[in-house]
């Protein structure tokens, strides 16, 4: 069955980097486009990043865009979220999902931005 195991979440302070990753298992993960999404406190699910499965094509909601970039290698059946200039309010649980999800996704990892 499809397994998304995500980490790399943490505590860090604003203008602050992180990178994310998703371990995915159960599926051919080079033929899927992939995404992340994120859930803020007392928020909905909130799609922020996909990628195409060779990687060429990439797209960010606006809240992130020029500070997120997604990436991919399918050599490791990994995905990846390197997070830049990172605000208060990207703190969230983040998951990734296939295509556009937000099913399936995995268990996520928290993300805190201290101002």
């Known amino acids: 069955q499809v397994q998304l195991v995500e980490s790399g979440g943490g505590l860090v302070q604003s203008g602050g980097s992180l990178r994310l990753s998703c371990s995915a298992s159960?599926?051919?993960?080079?033929?899927?486009?992939m995404s992340w999404l994120r859930q803020a406190p007392g928020k909905g699910l909130e799609w922020i990043s996909y990628?195409?499965?060779?990687?060429?094509?990439?797209s960010y909601a606006h809240s992130v865009k020029g500070r997120f970039t997604i990436s991919r290698d399918n050599a490791r059946n990994t995905l990846y979220l390197q997070m830049n200039s990172v605000k208060p309010e990207d703190t969230a649980v983040y998951y990734c999902?296939?295509?556009?999800?937000?099913?399936?996704r995995g268990q996520g990892t928290q993300v805190t931005v201290s101002s």
């Open positions: 999902t296939l295509e556009m999800g937000p099913e399936p």
């Open positions: 159960g599926f051919t993960f080079r033929d899927k486009a």
């Open positions: 990628i195409k499965p060779n990687g060429d094509i990439t």
